[in-house]
């Protein structure tokens, strides 16, 4: 029992979660404007909480559903390695989808947040579907980067909406904030994992339109957010000076990502993706260290 516990949170992936999830505190105290008082700071806790479970049994699910791509991608893990088998992966699965219901229950009454409610939902249905049936929007080419990313997306989108959950167009632009770099990270990724994927029978994007222009919508991708959306934010006031300064660190990793697809978008594709996968997590980090500084100064 301790061995498949312990594989299940192998398999889990709790150092992306963490940084995943990490995006949710620098959304939140932007959102907020101060520092969140005891009620607010556990709420947001039961958002981190509740989200990181969801995301580890997506993930657990996915290897479950990819054990074809897996045997080639991360023969490593333990159910390569026979250390866990399906059964018990199954069974997994519904436990820990079981405390993420729990969770969601219990956040839906210390928030009263119905709109959160309903976001952390969707971002679960994303994340399900993308790994496995009835959608398994992994295995087409066409679904798979815009539903990977809109999944991941709503979860700094998650922080905001804990705090700011009426309609408006900031809501918008958190989202697509992240959502631009992610596609990006994703097209990455499939150059990544472009032998991985086809030796295990899926078909993906790369494999339909080549390398060349997946890498080259890539580089698109990731700097979108910071060429065109960030210097937009400052125009209509939603960035101040010190959030424009903060977003340098970011799109500079973006930067590098993108620098290293255009040289080569195959023999780069690894670097590239880990760099943009910093700048994305780097974008929370900049709302949040932006929200600290206003947040003191506003107190002289």
């Known amino acids: 029992m301790i061995k498949d516990i312990k594989n299940i949170i192998i398999l889990g992936s709790p150092h992306y979660i963490l940084l995943d999830m990490s995006t949710i505190f620098g959304t939140a105290l932007f959102a907020l404007g101060r520092l969140p008082d005891f009620?607010?700071?556990?709420?947001?806790?039961?958002?981190f909480i509740t989200g990181s479970i969801i995301m580890n049994g997506v993930d657990v699910a996915g290897h479950y559903t990819d054990s074809d791509v897996d045997k080639y991608q991360k023969p490593e893990?333990?159910?390569q390695k026979g250390e866990i088998n399906q059964f018990t992966m199954r069974r997994a699965v519904k436990y820990i989808y079981f405390l993420a219901v729990i969770s969601l229950i219990t956040m839906a009454v210390?928030?009263?947040n119905l709109a959160l409610i309903l976001v952390a939902v969707a971002g679960w249905f994303f994340g399900h579907t993308y790994v496995t049936y009835p959608i398994r929007a992994r295995a087409n080419w066409l679904l798979a980067s815009p539903w990977f990313s809109t999944g991941l997306a709503i979860i700094p989108l998650s922080g905001w909406i804990l705090f700011r959950q009426e309609a408006s167009i900031y809501i918008a632009a958190i989202f697509l904030l992240f959502f631009f770099p992610l596609m990006g990270e994703f097209l990455t990724k499939e150059l990544n994992h472009l032998e991985y994927d086809s030796k295990g029978g899926l078909k993906t994007l790369p494999m339909v339109i080549g390398n060349n222009?997946?890498?080259?919508?890539?580089v698109f991708f990731n700097l979108f957010s910071f060429i065109i959306l960030t210097p937009i934010f400052y125009v209509i006031g939603f960035f101040n000076d010190i959030t424009i300064i903060l977003m340098l660190a970011?799109?500079?990793?973006?930067?590098?990502?993108?620098?290293?697809?255009?040289?080569?978008?195959?023999?780069?594709?690894?670097s590239a993706q880990a760099w943009i996968k910093i700048s994305i997590v780097w974008i929370g980090y900049a709302l949040l260290i932006s929200s600290l500084i206003n947040i003191y100064f506003s107190n002289y």
């Open 110 to 112: 210390l928030t009263e």
């Open 250 to 270: 970011p799109s500079l990793f973006a930067a590098v990502a993108s620098a290293q697809l255009i040289r080569h978008p195959i023999k780069n594709a690894g």
């Open 39 to 47: 009620n607010e700071w556990i709420m947001l806790l039961i958002l």
């Open 213 to 218: 222009l997946t890498g080259i919508l890539g």
């Open 77 to 79: 893990n333990p159910l």
